[in-house]
């Protein structure tokens, strides 16, 4: 017998998830890399960076229940035009030695949102420990040559649309006002990837009042995590003056600290900043790093795509300049200089030299420091800083790496866990005599002042 089966109904909603919110704002915004996430990035050389794309998994589905309040966040968002991008004055006006240009434009943030979600495996329940370092860098005048102008987060908030925005939610259901759907998205979750100020903290307040502020999607992002990816300083303020954590963390333990660092956003940084003490400048993500070390990754995997374009690409000048903006903005806020990241033990020089990034190799061995010796002769897994730029084979900075490195203290005759000194690592040929007749030099100067101390006790 033959049954007529009637074709299933497909879903005729089209509303907008945080997930669908994001993306459409990433293809409106013009950028030309996106870094990878610093819980997952590997300190081996990274390729050039290109413009990420969600994975197919990560591609906007409609759910029911996404359809019971994302009504409400589109129609009302169409009232008025997100507020755009602030333009910010975070630059420095200066990079001694670099390449960046002595001024900065405003560059529009790409936040990536979906695709840097990855499972974390091979870490217990709990956070990594993290290490006691008496060597922070709290001193705002650190680095003079490189002057930090004071952020302005924009205009103060529309009081009449606020007040628009609070009547909105107080004649609204209060489960459509309140709930979570499917993918964890709460209406504060919308109107935050939306950009929408004012409905943001009229939710805000709703959700403060029963304790969901900090209510997590299905990647464990709290409101405060979706307006720093979305680079929303004023919201990130708002949602912080409302009592949200700060040091909440998604999936892959990552703060707000980690994910503007890693983005490289200055003014969401520092309106983080602004909350001290009570923001954890030490915390750690499931791979072990600390914000800093994520902002030194990510300067490193931008200036590795603008050497590749032939320092010629303006957008990724600017984006580099931000990115070594929140590395001393981290440094001046006491973020410990000698921390190691827990897989490796490399601290953000190590990362520095290791990727040969020399603009950062320069700006912290400028930074002054009573220890300055103790901090270049520490070993990741046995490799001090000196090892590893003497494996830098190829680089046209490996000279002057060294050359910094040993000026600042770095020890040529410490040897790794091969029993190899720095020496026995250079490369082959006459440029490899040339370098390690340079560090014996050096190696011979320092057993000589060695011997003279002993002699003077």
Known sequence: M?????PKEKPCCTLPTVKKLLEQKRKRETSS?????CSTASTSPAPPTTATQLSASEQFTCTGASSSYSDMAVSYGQQWTPAPESTLGYYPTSLPGSSYPAAYSSLPMTSEYGTQQQQVTGYGDTMPQTYDCPMTIA???MASSWPLTQLNFGSSMDATKLEEARMLLRGMDYNRATRQDEDGDTILHIYTAKGLRECAYAAAERLSDIGRLDAKEHK?????????TANQPEIVQDLLSLGTDINACDVNGQTALHLAAHYGLPGVLQAILSRRPAVNLEARNFEGMTPLHCAAISHSVTMKALSSSGLADVSLQNKAGEKISCVQMLLNAGAALCSQEIKSNKTVLH???KEGNIDLVRYLLSIPLPNMKDFVNLKAHGHTALHMAAGLHGNPHQEEMLRLLLSRGADPSIRNLENDQPAHLLQSGLRGEQLK????????SSRRRIVSLQDQE
């Open 2 to 6: 033959h049954f007529d089966k009637s």
């Open 33 to 37: 890399s996106v870094p990878p996430s």
């Open 437 to 444: 007749l340079m560090l014996k030099k050096r190696s011979a």
């Open 351 to 353: 990362l520095a030299v």
């Open 220 to 228: 464990g992002k709290t409101a405060l995590l979706v307006a720093v």
């Open 139 to 141: 001193d705002p005048g």
